[in-house]
């Protein structure tokens, strides 16, 4: 079993930054493919980025390319997610994701990851 741990969230002024880190622990973690998916008020979860384990595959909706990255965390024993010049639509929680390695090269839908942390919040305002 899987478990994910994710932090970093907070309060952050528009154009700030913030980096989010998810822990993960339990089964064979080099075999994982990571995402980070976000969850507004009101709205669906959406996709945000996913990362091979070694971060050496990774995939971005179109709205965050350029301002956030997904990467390896050593530190952490997991992934984390920079994110700069951070806006006010990307208010939202976020969520670690985790699902064993597949056929695909990247997998941008939540039905497709079978493991979650319990999100952390993030909110730009000024």
């Known amino acids: 079993q899987v478990q994910l741990v994710e932090s970093g969230g907070g309060l952050v002024e528009p154009g700030g930054s913030l980096r989010l880190s998810c822990k993960a622990s339990g089964g064979a973690l080099s075999s994982l493919f990571m995402g980070w998916f976000r969850q507004a008020p009101g709205k669906e979860r959406e996709f945000v980025a996913c990362s091979s384990w070694s971060g050496s595959s990774t995939y971005y909706t179109d709205s965050v390319k350029g301002r956030f990255t997904i990467s390896r965390d050593n530190a952490k024993n997991g992934v984390s997610l920079q994110m700069n010049s951070l806006k006010p639509e990307d208010t939202a929680v976020y969520f670690c994701?985790?699902?064993?390695?597949?056929?695909?090269?990247?997998?941008?839908?939540?039905?497709?990851?079978?493991?979650w942390g319990q999100g952390t919040q993030v909110t730009v305002s000024s």
């Open positions: 994701a985790a699902r064993f390695l597949g056929s695909s090269r990247y997998y941008d839908s939540a039905r497709d990851y079978a493991y």
